[in-house]
C-alpha cells in the first residue's frame, strides 16, 4: 500500500503501525511523489491526507482513480471536512474515509475490510471472465456482444455465405468397438485441430454433431472471400486427419461437403442455447457431404464458380441429392 502525508511523523507512524499489520507500506510527502510510486509499484491501496500543500489529497485520490481505477482508496481527514470527504465517497473518488485523530484499531479494521473488498472484487472479475469465455465458447463474438446487451431474438440472413460439412468416414461402428474414453480422445483431437484451423482461417465453427463437423464462412461478419476461406478449410482439414493417422495409426478418412449462397443464422434455445443455421444452402452442404468421396471436397458448381480462378477441379459428373435430382458437382484437389 501507499501512504501519502505531507508530515514526516505521521507517515512514520502509519507505516509502523500498518507494517505490524503485515502490509508493505510505501511513503509520499505529496502527491506528485506519490503519483511516482504507483506507476513504480502494484500499489493496491492508497492512504492519502486530505489537507496537503500543493495537491489536496481529494485532488490526488482523484487522479488515482481516473488512472488506477483498481486501486483501493481511503481519505483521512478532519471534523470539519467531513461534507467533503462524504462528496468524494458519493463521487467514487473515495472507498473510506477516517477522521483524524483515528483509532489505530479502527484503521486497521478499515484496512482489512479494504483488502477483503479488492479480493472480492477480483474474484468477481475472474467470474466475469471464466462467463465471457465459456459464453465466447459457445457464440461468435459479435453474437455475445449483442447477447449482452439485452437482445432477445437474434435473428440474420446472409446473403452470400459457404457452409461446410464434414463426417468420419465409418466411425460410428468403429466407435462401438472402442472404450469410451478412446472414442473421446479421438474425437478431441479432430475437433480441437479444427477449431484451430477455422479460427486461423476465420472461419466460424458452428457446432459438431456426433462425429460431424459444421463450419461457416461469412458469418456473423460478412467477408467477401468467404468461398476461399472455407476450400482452404476444407483442405487443412483433410491434412489434420492425415497427421492425426500418422500420429494415432489409425486411416480415418474425411468426407466434406461444400456449398455457397444465403442462410438465415440466429440464436436458438433459453438455457443450453447455440448459435445455429438454417436455408436451402445449409441442406445442399449436408447432402454434398452424404453423397461424397472419402478423403475428398464434394463441391457444386457455385462454389466451383467462385473459385474458377484459385482452385483445380476434377468433375465428378451428375450427383444426385435429395429435393434437388442430379445436379453437376466436383471434387476440389487444391490451390492452382
Not at 501507499?2 to 507505516?15: I, K, T, W, Y
Not at 459444421?214 to 476461406?229: E, N
Request: glycine share 8%; aromatic share 6%; charged share 25%.
Amino acid at each position: 500500500m501507499l501512504v501519502v502525508d505531507d508530515e514526516a511523523p505521521v507517515r512514520v507512524g502509519l507505516q509502523r503501525l500498518l507494517e505490524r499489520g503485515g502490509y508493505t507500506v510505501h511513503l509520499a510527502a505529496g502527491g506528485e511523489e506519490g503519483l511516482s510510486l504507483l506507476r513504480a509499484h502494484p500499489i493496491q491501496l492508497v492512504i492519502s491526507d486530505k489537507d496537503m500543500p500543493g495537491m489536496s489529497g481529494i485532488e490526488f485520490l482523484s487522479l488515482v482513480h481516473d488512472r488506477w481505477p483498481r486501486v483501493c482508496r481511503i481519505l483521512l481527514t478532519g471534523y470539519a471536512d467531513l461534507e467533503s470527504a462524504m462528496k468524494a465517497i458519493n463521487e467514487d473518488q473515495v472507498f473510506r474515509y477516517l477522521e483524524k485523530p483515528w483509532n489505530n484499531d479502527q484503521l486497521l479494521n478499515t484496512v482489512h475490510f479494504a483488502f477483503e473488498s479488492l479480493e472480492l472484487q477480483a474474484e468477481l472479475e475472474r467470474e466475469r471472465r471464466r462467463s465471457q469465455d465459456l459464453l465466447l465458447s459457445i457464440l461468435p463474438g459479435s453474437i455475445a456482444d449483442r447477447l449482452k446487451r439485452g437482445e432477445k431474438l437474434i435473428a440474420d440472413r446472409y446473403e452470400a455465405a459457404t457452409v461446410l460439412f464434414s463426417d468420419l468416414v465409418a466411425f460410428t461402428p468403429l466407435s462401438s468397438r472402442l472404450e469410451a474414453k478412446q472414442v473421446v480422445e479421438i474425437l478431441n483431437d479432430m475437433f480441437s485441430a479444427f477449431d484451430k484451423l477455422a479460427g486461423d482461417a476465420g472461419v466460424e465453427k458452428i457446432k459438431t454433431i456426433g462425429d460431424g463437423y459444421l463450419a461457416a464462412s461469412g458469418l456473423p461478419v460478412a467477408r467477401p472471400d468467404h468461398v476461399v476461406a472455407a476450400a482452404d478449410l476444407a483442405l487443412d482439414m483433410l491434412r489434420a486427419i492425415d497427421f492425426i493417422n500418422a500420429s494415432r495409426g489409425t486411416e480415418f478418412k474425411l468426407r466434406i461437403g461444400l456449398h455457397t449462397g444465403p442462410v438465415v443464422a440466429g440464436v436458438i434455445g433459453l438455457k443450453r442455447f447455440s448459435y445455429d443455421l438454417w436455408g436451402d444452402t445449409v441442406n445442399v452442404a449436408s447432402r454434398m457431404e452424404a453423397t461424397g468421396v472419402p478423403g475428398r471436397v464434394h463441391v457444386t458448381a457455385e462454389v466451383r464458380a467462385a473459385l474458377s480462378a484459385t482452385h483445380v477441379f476434377e468433375a465428378r459428373g451428375l450427383t444426385e441429392l435429395k429435393g434437388k435430382g442430379p445436379i453437376p458437382t466436383w471434387l476440389l484437389l487444391g490451390r492452382k
